[in-house]
């Protein structure tokens, strides 16, 4: 089915860019699917980096004027043609989209947008002012494209030079969520924890996307200076780069596809209504803006996922690369049964005069299943936390396999062989079970952006996608791989995450409440499972309120009370103490 949709993909890309040379297409029209092709170049951006990685921007149109205002400047003054320009006005917007990303990236919540405005009004502002670009008049006679010696000044013409670079974009935004690093990206809308819990380097993978987004807008800008040869600020305001984000949003802001339905219905739209407008109200102004507005509020009330995925339905399970055969993931040579693998030392975690763990030490070796218990609100997931770095140390130590930590990061806890699932699961229930699960093993793969946009991945990418597969079909849902991870029960995505923390290959296995909603058979094999793991070498410290599960499956017990240990030794030991049968059992000693 997959390469059904392809072929329909590649012909339907092919009727595109031959509309123009059928004769009965309009001039008209096709200038407006050339403005149409520009502005699909922005979306595009504004789709993977606000549905895809989740930051809102509405100051794409201020990239689109850098790519514009850099071939101009460069054709106008020092006389380079337009060509040559191409790579300098990608490389300058890149680098101030680098500049500008460097800062802006690292807010949160509504921070992010405003800070996208504030950054487009500046831009708009510095480009009417400053006399070498033109001031406000701008910049005019430019040179057009040429192929050879031949002009590309007819639309038609500059129809095939848009929509290559449009196919293009779309194949390598493609290929780049199609990838390690495209799985990353993705993640990254569950938020950092999650994405720097196996390794990514989430403030990272924001710039690069960030970045990529850009030099699609300033691509958009090369193309519409030499097509329109003059350019002024009035198309780089924040008007503009609300306008590219409603294309987006009405596309469908998580669908690559969805950036051209968005652009060819704004557009179109936007022509329509300012003809139609006026006579309307009798009055010429930008109506249609208000239109644009009505527009936005009801298809967020009744489509927030765009128009596209109403049309296309669910996207198509991933390709599988089949694996060469001749060459695995790096894995971890498992430390001797016994060996100290993990020690806590006084780890001290206060919130303002909450003091949620208090001076708790513990100690775990290679092949021991050591559960983390005590009621609710004793400290455990804080624990969990501190050890992996998602919250900081107050004072205390920890030392994994003879190297001492003050600070723990999520990064350096996952390079150190440290997988985690989560109290409340973190999922993407839009991906599949595979590409959840395979974003597991992202340190076990090498492979950057640029080698995935030209395809260069592939045999590393079948690698991981095979070991993915391996892991769902171990842990008893392979069944289930290429279905959206959240059409599971709640007790299967759980069993979901633990299979992506084994894609990690991990010497140690941290499971915050593995066995809730799990029915009797399945917390059987999984606790089955976990023996076999014990069995390898691979340590397993987990939470867990099903004292019947715990007692079964631990070879030791810590105890927490108020943040505080008040207990440690054997299930049995565990068992009759009395300070855990008050605290934790609710019995008086």
């Known amino acids: 089915m997959s390469v059904l949709r392809r072929n329909a993909q590649i012909v339907f890309a092919l009727a595109v860019l031959a509309a123009p040379f059928s004769g009965v297409m309009p001039a008209y029209w096709i200038t407006l699917f050339d403005y149409i092709g520009m502005s699909t170049l922005v979306a595009l951006g504004l789709v993977l980096l606000t549905g895809v990685g989740g930051m809102t921007s509405f100051g794409q149109a201020a990239f689109v004027g850098f790519g514009a205002y850099t071939s101009a400047a460069l054709t106008l003054d020092y006389g380079l043609s337009p060509w040559e320009t191409l790579p300098i006005s990608l490389l300058v917007t890149g680098l101030a989209a680098l500049l500008i990303g460097a800062v802006t990236v690292r807010l949160s919540g509504h921070y992010l947008p405003l800070g996208t405005i504030a950054w487009g009004i500046a831009f708009f502002y510095l480009f009417g002012n400053m006399p070498g670009l033109g001031a406000h008049d701008g910049l005019s006679g430019l040179p057009p494209l040429k192929v050879g010696a031949y002009a590309l000044t007819d639309p038609r013409d500059f129809f095939v030079a848009v929509w290559v670079a449009v196919t293009f974009a779309f194949v390598a935004s493609r290929n780049l969520l199609d990838s390690r690093i495209g799985r990353a990206i993705r993640v990254l809308r569950r938020g950092s924890t999650l994405?720097?819990?196996?390794?990514?380097?989430?403030?990272?993978?924001?710039?690069?996307?960030?970045?990529?987004?850009?030099?699609?807008?300033?691509?958009?800008?090369?193309?519409?200076?030499?097509?329109?040869?003059?350019?002024?600020?009035?198309?780089?305001?924040?008007?503009?780069?609300?306008?590219?984000?409603?294309?987006?949003?009405?596309g469908g802001s998580g669908r690559i596809f969805g950036a051209l339905l968005g652009a060819a219905g704004v557009t179109v739209l936007r022509d329509q209504l300012q003809d139609l407008l006026p006579h309307l109200v009798g009055h010429t102004g930008?109506?249609?803006t208000i239109v644009f507005g009505a527009i936005l509020v009801l298809i967020l009330q009744t489509a927030p996922r765009g128009l596209w995925p109403l049309i296309a339905g669910p996207p198509p399970p991933p390709a599988r690369p089949a694996p060469d055969g001749k060459t695995s993931l790096p894995t971890r040579e498992m430390p001797a049964a016994g060996e100290p693998l993990l020690e806590a030392h006084a780890l001290l975690r206060r919130f303002g005069g909450l003091v949620a763990v208090n001076d708790v030490g513990f100690a775990l070796r290679a092949g021991e299943i050591l559960a983390l218990i005590g009621p609710n609100g004793a400290g455990k997931s804080t624990t969990f936390n501190l050890l992996t770095g998602a919250q900081t140390?107050?004072?205390?130590?920890?030392?994994?396999?003879?190297?001492?930590?003050?600070?723990?990061?999520?990064?350096?806890?996952?390079r150190n062989g440290v997988a985690r699932t989560f109290q409340h699961v973190q999922l993407l229930s839009d991906m599949s079970v595979l590409e959840n699960v395979a974003f597991g093993g992202h340190l076990r793969g090498r492979a950057g952006a640029l080698r995935a946009m030209i395809r260069l991945d592939r045999g590393e990418e079948a690698m991981l996608l095979a070991e993915a597969h391996k892991q769902i079909e171990r842990v008893g849902l392979g069944e289930h791989a290429h279905k959206p991870a959240g059409s599971l029960a709640l007790g299967q995505m759980r069993i979901v995450e633990i299979a992506r923390a084994l894609?990690?290959?991990p010497y140690l296995l941290l499971l915050d409440e593995p066995a809730a909603g799990l029915r009797v058979a399945e917390k059987k094999a999984l606790a089955g499972l976990l023996r076999d793991l014990r069995r390898q070498g691979m340590a397993v410290l987990l939470v867990e309120h099903d004292m019947d599960f715990v007692m079964s499956l631990a070879d030791r017990i810590v105890v927490l009370d108020f943040g505080v240990k008040i207990s440690e030794g054997e299930p049995q030991v565990v068992r009759d103490d009395p300070r855990v049968r008050e605290a934790y059992l609710g019995e008086a000693v």
């Open 195 to 250: 994405a720097e819990s196996f390794g990514a380097a989430a403030a990272k993978l924001k710039l690069l996307l960030f970045v990529y987004a850009a030099v699609l807008a300033g691509l958009a800008g090369w193309l519409y200076a030499h097509f329109q040869r003059a350019v002024s600020p009035g198309p780089f305001g924040v008007v503009n780069g609300v306008e590219y984000l409603l294309m987006a949003v009405l």
């Open 286 to 288: 930008n109506y249609e």
């Open 393 to 414: 140390l107050n004072s205390g130590t920890i030392v994994f396999r003879g190297q001492e930590h003050r600070t723990m990061t999520p990064q350096l806890s996952a």
């Open 503 to 505: 894609v990690l290959d």
